[in-house]
Protein backbone atom coordinates (compact mmCIF):
# COMPACT_ATOMS: atom_id res chain seq x y z
CA UNK A 1 0.00 0.00 0.00
CA UNK A 2 1.15 3.43 -0.42
CA UNK A 3 1.65 4.30 3.49
CA UNK A 4 4.77 1.98 3.36
CA UNK A 5 8.41 4.16 3.68
CA UNK A 6 11.77 3.72 3.71
CA UNK A 7 13.72 5.30 6.71
CA UNK A 8 17.16 7.09 4.99
CA UNK A 9 20.36 7.72 6.87
CA UNK A 10 18.92 11.02 7.84
CA UNK A 11 15.95 10.45 9.74
CA UNK A 12 13.94 11.49 6.84
CA UNK A 13 11.75 8.96 5.41
CA UNK A 14 10.68 8.12 1.89
CA UNK A 15 7.21 6.77 0.35
CA UNK A 16 8.09 3.35 -0.77
CA UNK A 17 5.59 2.81 -3.82
CA UNK A 18 6.33 6.53 -5.88
CA UNK A 19 4.82 7.55 -9.26
CA UNK A 20 7.55 7.39 -12.32
CA UNK A 21 7.29 10.30 -14.61
CA UNK A 22 9.87 9.75 -17.44
CA UNK A 23 7.57 9.88 -20.98
CA UNK A 24 4.68 10.02 -18.33
CA UNK A 25 3.59 12.84 -20.70
CA UNK A 26 3.58 10.27 -24.60
CA UNK A 27 -0.27 11.12 -24.83
CA UNK A 28 -0.02 14.62 -22.85
CA UNK A 29 -2.13 12.55 -20.30
CA UNK A 30 0.60 13.64 -17.59
CA UNK A 31 -1.11 16.65 -15.52
CA UNK A 32 -4.33 14.03 -15.07
CA UNK A 33 -1.68 11.49 -14.43
CA UNK A 34 -0.66 13.02 -11.31
CA UNK A 35 -3.80 14.27 -10.54
CA UNK A 36 -5.33 10.65 -9.93
CA UNK A 37 -2.23 9.21 -8.99
CA UNK A 38 -2.45 11.54 -5.81
CA UNK A 39 -6.29 10.98 -5.37
CA UNK A 40 -5.51 7.49 -5.53
CA UNK A 41 -3.13 7.36 -2.31
CA UNK A 42 0.63 8.03 -4.13
CA UNK A 43 2.86 10.72 -2.66
CA UNK A 44 6.08 10.04 -3.66
CA UNK A 45 6.69 11.39 -7.11
CA UNK A 46 9.87 10.87 -9.19
CA UNK A 47 10.91 13.81 -11.52
CA UNK A 48 14.16 14.68 -13.46
CA UNK A 49 15.09 17.77 -15.12
CA UNK A 50 16.33 15.78 -18.13
CA UNK A 51 12.64 14.25 -18.78
CA UNK A 52 11.38 17.58 -19.78
CA UNK A 53 8.10 17.87 -18.40
CA UNK A 54 8.50 19.02 -14.67
CA UNK A 55 6.48 22.21 -16.09
CA UNK A 56 3.69 20.03 -16.58
CA UNK A 57 3.68 18.68 -13.35
CA UNK A 58 4.38 21.54 -11.06
CA UNK A 59 1.12 22.68 -12.61
CA UNK A 60 -0.34 19.70 -12.05
CA UNK A 61 0.89 19.60 -8.06
CA UNK A 62 -1.06 22.94 -7.28
CA UNK A 63 -4.24 21.30 -8.07
CA UNK A 64 -4.12 18.41 -5.94
CA UNK A 65 -6.17 17.73 -2.65
CA UNK A 66 -3.02 17.47 -0.16
CA UNK A 67 -0.77 19.69 1.77
CA UNK A 68 2.92 20.09 0.39
CA UNK A 69 4.30 18.53 3.74
CA UNK A 70 2.42 15.05 2.64
CA UNK A 71 4.18 14.84 -0.94
CA UNK A 72 7.70 13.69 -1.52
CA UNK A 73 9.19 15.12 -4.43
CA UNK A 74 12.29 13.76 -6.06
CA UNK A 75 14.39 15.23 -9.05
CA UNK A 76 17.71 14.53 -10.45
CA UNK A 77 20.21 17.15 -11.82
CA UNK A 78 21.02 16.41 -15.31
CA UNK A 79 24.53 15.94 -16.27
CA UNK A 80 25.32 19.37 -18.04
CA UNK A 81 25.11 20.62 -14.85
CA UNK A 82 27.84 19.15 -12.91
CA UNK A 83 29.86 21.74 -12.95
CA UNK A 84 30.02 23.30 -9.18
CA UNK A 85 29.77 26.64 -9.94
CA UNK A 86 26.47 25.03 -11.79
CA UNK A 87 24.69 23.44 -9.08
CA UNK A 88 22.93 25.73 -7.19
CA UNK A 89 21.11 27.26 -10.45
CA UNK A 90 19.77 23.81 -11.15
CA UNK A 91 18.44 23.45 -8.04
CA UNK A 92 16.37 26.32 -8.67
CA UNK A 93 15.59 25.62 -11.51
CA UNK A 94 14.03 22.81 -10.74
CA UNK A 95 12.23 24.23 -8.11
CA UNK A 96 10.87 27.11 -10.83
CA UNK A 97 9.66 24.51 -12.86
CA UNK A 98 7.83 22.77 -9.96
CA UNK A 99 6.54 25.40 -8.68
CA UNK A 100 7.93 24.24 -5.00
CA UNK A 101 10.19 25.80 -2.32
CA UNK A 102 11.70 23.08 -1.64
CA UNK A 103 12.86 19.60 -2.96
CA UNK A 104 12.36 16.09 -0.45
CA UNK A 105 15.22 14.41 -2.32
CA UNK A 106 17.61 15.67 -5.25
CA UNK A 107 19.62 12.89 -6.76
CA UNK A 108 22.96 13.58 -9.42
CA UNK A 109 20.78 11.38 -12.01
CA UNK A 110 24.13 9.72 -13.66
CA UNK A 111 28.38 9.77 -12.20
CA UNK A 112 29.00 11.43 -15.39
CA UNK A 113 29.26 14.63 -16.69
CA UNK A 114 28.29 16.68 -19.94
CA UNK A 115 29.09 19.87 -21.05
CA UNK A 116 26.70 22.60 -20.38
CA UNK A 117 25.87 23.02 -23.53
CA UNK A 118 24.19 19.65 -23.92
CA UNK A 119 20.61 19.65 -23.24
CA UNK A 120 18.98 16.88 -25.02
CA UNK A 121 19.39 12.97 -23.79
CA UNK A 122 21.10 12.12 -27.24
CA UNK A 123 24.53 13.83 -27.13
CA UNK A 124 28.26 12.59 -28.81
CA UNK A 125 31.25 11.59 -27.09
CA UNK A 126 32.73 14.77 -27.58
CA UNK A 127 30.31 16.48 -25.47
CA UNK A 128 31.21 14.15 -22.35
CA UNK A 129 32.57 16.52 -19.55
CA UNK A 130 35.42 15.38 -16.89
CA UNK A 131 33.94 16.96 -13.89
CA UNK A 132 35.24 14.93 -10.30
CA UNK A 133 32.17 13.01 -8.90
CA UNK A 134 32.90 14.99 -5.79
CA UNK A 135 33.43 18.70 -7.02
CA UNK A 136 29.68 18.33 -7.84
CA UNK A 137 28.60 16.11 -4.68
CA UNK A 138 29.80 19.06 -2.28
CA UNK A 139 28.28 21.17 -4.38
CA UNK A 140 25.04 18.85 -3.47
CA UNK A 141 26.16 19.04 0.13
CA UNK A 142 25.94 22.76 -0.17
CA UNK A 143 22.47 22.80 -1.01
CA UNK A 144 21.22 20.67 2.02
CA UNK A 145 21.85 23.83 4.26
CA UNK A 146 19.65 25.91 2.06
CA UNK A 147 16.22 24.64 3.04
CA UNK A 148 15.80 24.32 -0.72
CA UNK A 149 16.69 20.16 -0.06
CA UNK A 150 15.46 18.02 2.95
CA UNK A 151 18.36 15.13 1.60
CA UNK A 152 20.43 14.51 -1.19
CA UNK A 153 21.22 11.34 -2.96
CA UNK A 154 22.67 9.45 -6.34
CA UNK A 155 21.80 7.17 -9.01
CA UNK A 156 22.95 5.12 -11.75
CA UNK A 157 26.56 4.46 -9.05
CA UNK A 158 28.12 1.22 -8.95
CA UNK A 159 29.82 -0.06 -6.36
CA UNK A 160 33.20 0.97 -6.86
CA UNK A 161 32.11 4.25 -7.34
CA UNK A 162 30.47 4.55 -3.86
CA UNK A 163 33.37 3.10 -1.90
CA UNK A 164 35.90 5.66 -3.24
CA UNK A 165 33.23 8.26 -2.75
CA UNK A 166 31.84 7.89 0.62
CA UNK A 167 34.93 8.23 3.04
CA UNK A 168 35.08 11.51 1.03
CA UNK A 169 31.54 12.66 1.85
CA UNK A 170 30.42 15.16 4.29
CA UNK A 171 27.10 13.74 3.73
CA UNK A 172 26.68 10.04 2.67
CA UNK A 173 23.96 9.75 0.11
CA UNK A 174 20.93 9.10 1.15
CA UNK A 175 20.03 7.05 -1.78
CA UNK A 176 20.91 5.47 -4.73
CA UNK A 177 18.29 4.74 -7.65
CA UNK A 178 19.14 2.39 -10.06
CA UNK A 179 17.47 -0.09 -12.38
CA UNK A 180 16.01 -2.95 -10.43
CA UNK A 181 13.36 -5.64 -11.61
CA UNK A 182 13.51 -9.35 -11.62
CA UNK A 183 15.82 -9.27 -14.54
CA UNK A 184 18.49 -7.02 -13.08
CA UNK A 185 18.28 -7.67 -9.61
CA UNK A 186 21.59 -5.98 -8.64
CA UNK A 187 22.51 -8.08 -5.83
CA UNK A 188 25.82 -7.13 -4.71
CA UNK A 189 24.92 -3.60 -5.20
CA UNK A 190 22.09 -3.41 -2.91
CA UNK A 191 23.65 -5.23 -0.70
CA UNK A 192 26.77 -2.79 -0.68
CA UNK A 193 23.82 0.22 -0.70
CA UNK A 194 22.29 -1.27 2.44
CA UNK A 195 25.39 -1.40 4.79
CA UNK A 196 26.84 1.69 3.83
CA UNK A 197 23.40 3.11 5.06
CA UNK A 198 22.36 4.15 1.27
CA UNK A 199 18.78 3.43 0.50
CA UNK A 200 17.75 2.04 -2.98
CA UNK A 201 14.91 2.77 -5.10
CA UNK A 202 14.41 0.61 -8.20
CA UNK A 203 13.39 2.67 -11.62
CA UNK A 204 12.53 0.54 -14.61
CA UNK A 205 10.96 -2.00 -11.24
CA UNK A 206 8.63 -3.38 -14.44
CA UNK A 207 11.33 -3.77 -16.70
CA UNK A 208 10.37 -0.73 -18.65
CA UNK A 209 9.32 -0.50 -22.62
CA UNK A 210 12.36 -3.21 -23.11
CA UNK A 211 12.94 -5.94 -20.83
CA UNK A 212 10.08 -8.32 -20.97
CA UNK A 213 9.67 -9.25 -17.08
CA UNK A 214 6.02 -8.85 -17.44
CA UNK A 215 5.81 -11.83 -19.56
CA UNK A 216 7.88 -13.99 -17.67
CA UNK A 217 6.71 -17.56 -17.16
CA UNK A 218 7.25 -17.94 -13.79
CA UNK A 219 6.47 -14.43 -12.86
CA UNK A 220 3.01 -14.89 -14.24
CA UNK A 221 2.65 -18.40 -12.50
CA UNK A 222 2.98 -16.17 -8.78
CA UNK A 223 1.09 -13.60 -10.32
CA UNK A 224 -1.97 -16.25 -11.23
CA UNK A 225 -1.59 -18.12 -7.99
CA UNK A 226 -1.67 -15.24 -5.59
CA UNK A 227 -4.91 -13.79 -7.82
CA UNK A 228 -2.57 -10.53 -8.56
CA UNK A 229 -0.67 -9.37 -11.79
CA UNK A 230 2.61 -9.45 -12.70
CA UNK A 231 3.31 -5.93 -12.20
CA UNK A 232 2.69 -6.42 -8.33
CA UNK A 233 4.80 -9.15 -8.35
CA UNK A 234 7.64 -7.36 -9.47
CA UNK A 235 7.13 -4.88 -7.74
CA UNK A 236 6.34 -6.57 -4.23
CA UNK A 237 9.33 -8.68 -4.66
CA UNK A 238 11.59 -5.45 -4.94
CA UNK A 239 9.19 -4.21 -1.94
CA UNK A 240 10.34 -7.04 0.47
CA UNK A 241 13.83 -6.88 -0.34
CA UNK A 242 13.39 -3.30 1.51
CA UNK A 243 13.38 -1.49 -1.58
CA UNK A 244 11.50 1.47 -2.99
CA UNK A 245 9.90 1.43 -6.41
CA UNK A 246 8.63 4.25 -8.71
CA UNK A 247 6.63 2.27 -11.78
CA UNK A 248 5.38 4.36 -14.23
CA UNK A 249 1.59 4.33 -15.64
CA UNK A 250 -1.01 6.68 -17.16
CA UNK A 251 -3.29 4.49 -16.92
CA UNK A 252 -5.55 4.73 -13.86
CA UNK A 253 -6.65 0.56 -13.42
CA UNK A 254 -2.95 0.59 -13.42
CA UNK A 255 -2.04 2.87 -11.53
CA UNK A 256 -4.80 1.39 -8.66
CA UNK A 257 -2.85 -2.03 -9.00
CA UNK A 258 0.79 -1.37 -8.26
CA UNK A 259 -0.20 0.34 -5.22
CA UNK A 260 -1.47 -2.91 -3.77
CA UNK A 261 1.13 -5.64 -3.44
CA UNK A 262 0.99 -9.32 -2.75
CA UNK A 263 2.75 -11.74 -0.18
CA UNK A 264 5.16 -13.66 -1.70
CA UNK A 265 6.35 -16.70 0.27
CA UNK A 266 9.99 -17.19 0.83
CA UNK A 267 9.95 -20.11 -1.54
CA UNK A 268 8.76 -17.49 -4.65
CA UNK A 269 11.53 -14.97 -2.82
CA UNK A 270 13.95 -17.02 -3.27
CA UNK A 271 12.53 -18.66 -7.47
CA UNK A 272 12.36 -15.10 -8.20
CA UNK A 273 15.93 -14.82 -7.45
CA UNK A 274 16.98 -17.34 -10.00
CA UNK A 275 15.25 -15.56 -12.89
CA UNK A 276 18.18 -13.01 -13.14
CA UNK A 277 19.40 -12.28 -16.66
CA UNK A 278 21.69 -8.99 -16.17
CA UNK A 279 19.29 -7.44 -19.08
CA UNK A 280 19.30 -3.57 -18.15
CA UNK A 281 16.54 -1.07 -20.00
CA UNK A 282 18.84 1.73 -19.44
CA UNK A 283 23.14 1.53 -20.39
CA UNK A 284 24.76 4.83 -22.13
CA UNK A 285 27.54 2.49 -23.09
CA UNK A 286 25.35 1.21 -25.58
CA UNK A 287 25.72 4.17 -27.59
CA UNK A 288 28.87 5.89 -25.74
CA UNK A 289 31.63 3.21 -25.09
CA UNK A 290 33.54 5.83 -23.10
CA UNK A 291 30.82 5.64 -20.65
CA UNK A 292 31.22 1.51 -19.64
CA UNK A 293 32.59 1.87 -16.57
CA UNK A 294 29.14 3.61 -15.80
CA UNK A 295 27.80 -0.14 -15.50
CA UNK A 296 31.04 -2.34 -15.76
CA UNK A 297 33.06 -1.96 -12.72
CA UNK A 298 36.16 -3.81 -14.54
CA UNK A 299 36.11 -1.15 -17.11
CA UNK A 300 36.37 1.72 -14.46
CA UNK A 301 39.25 3.73 -14.96
CA UNK A 302 37.59 5.96 -12.54
CA UNK A 303 39.15 9.68 -13.95
CA UNK A 304 35.45 10.52 -12.08
CA UNK A 305 36.01 10.96 -8.06
N1 LIG B 1 17.39 7.34 -12.57
C1 LIG B 1 17.33 6.96 -13.83
O1 LIG B 1 18.32 7.03 -14.57
C2 LIG B 1 16.03 6.46 -14.38
C3 LIG B 1 16.02 5.74 -15.58
C4 LIG B 1 14.81 5.25 -16.04
C5 LIG B 1 13.65 5.48 -15.33
N2 LIG B 1 13.67 6.22 -14.17
C6 LIG B 1 12.43 6.49 -13.40
O2 LIG B 1 11.79 5.24 -13.15
C7 LIG B 1 10.45 5.32 -13.61
C8 LIG B 1 9.95 3.95 -14.01
O3 LIG B 1 10.69 3.43 -15.09
P1 LIG B 1 10.06 3.24 -16.53
O4 LIG B 1 8.96 4.22 -16.69
O5 LIG B 1 11.14 3.27 -17.53
O6 LIG B 1 9.55 1.74 -16.51
P2 LIG B 1 8.50 0.88 -15.64
O7 LIG B 1 7.83 1.70 -14.62
O8 LIG B 1 9.21 -0.35 -15.25
O9 LIG B 1 7.45 0.45 -16.76
C9 LIG B 1 6.59 1.36 -17.34
C10 LIG B 1 5.82 0.61 -18.42
O10 LIG B 1 5.03 -0.41 -17.82
C11 LIG B 1 3.65 -0.19 -18.14
N3 LIG B 1 2.90 -0.54 -16.93
C12 LIG B 1 2.71 0.19 -15.81
N4 LIG B 1 1.99 -0.49 -14.90
C13 LIG B 1 1.69 -1.68 -15.46
C14 LIG B 1 0.95 -2.81 -15.04
N5 LIG B 1 0.36 -2.83 -13.83
N6 LIG B 1 0.84 -3.87 -15.88
C15 LIG B 1 1.43 -3.84 -17.11
N7 LIG B 1 2.14 -2.80 -17.58
C16 LIG B 1 2.27 -1.72 -16.76
C17 LIG B 1 3.53 1.26 -18.51
O11 LIG B 1 2.50 1.48 -19.45
P3 LIG B 1 1.17 2.36 -19.10
O12 LIG B 1 1.65 3.74 -18.78
O13 LIG B 1 0.38 2.28 -20.33
O14 LIG B 1 0.52 1.69 -17.91
C18 LIG B 1 4.89 1.53 -19.17
O15 LIG B 1 4.88 1.11 -20.52
C19 LIG B 1 10.52 6.33 -14.76
O16 LIG B 1 9.27 6.80 -15.14
C20 LIG B 1 11.43 7.37 -14.15
O17 LIG B 1 10.70 8.19 -13.24
C21 LIG B 1 14.86 6.67 -13.67
Redesign the pocket.
Known sequence: MADKYIELNNSERMPAIGL?????DESGLLAQTIKTAVGLGYRHI?C?KI?GNQVEIGKALTEVDVPRKDLYIVS?IYENRHRPELVAGALDDILNELQLEYLDLL?M??PHALKPEVTTMSFDSSDIDNVPIMDTWRAMEDLVSTGKVRSIGV??FNQAILEKMIPQCRIVPAVN?I?I?PYNQAKELVKFCKTSGIAVTG???????RVNV?NDDFIKHVAEAHVG???QVALSWALARGIAV??????EL?LK??LHQVTLTSDEMRMIGKIEKQER??DPAREHKELEWVFHEDKMVCPVI
Open positions: GTWRGDAYKLHWSNQEHYCPLGGTMTPAIPKSTNRQNKV
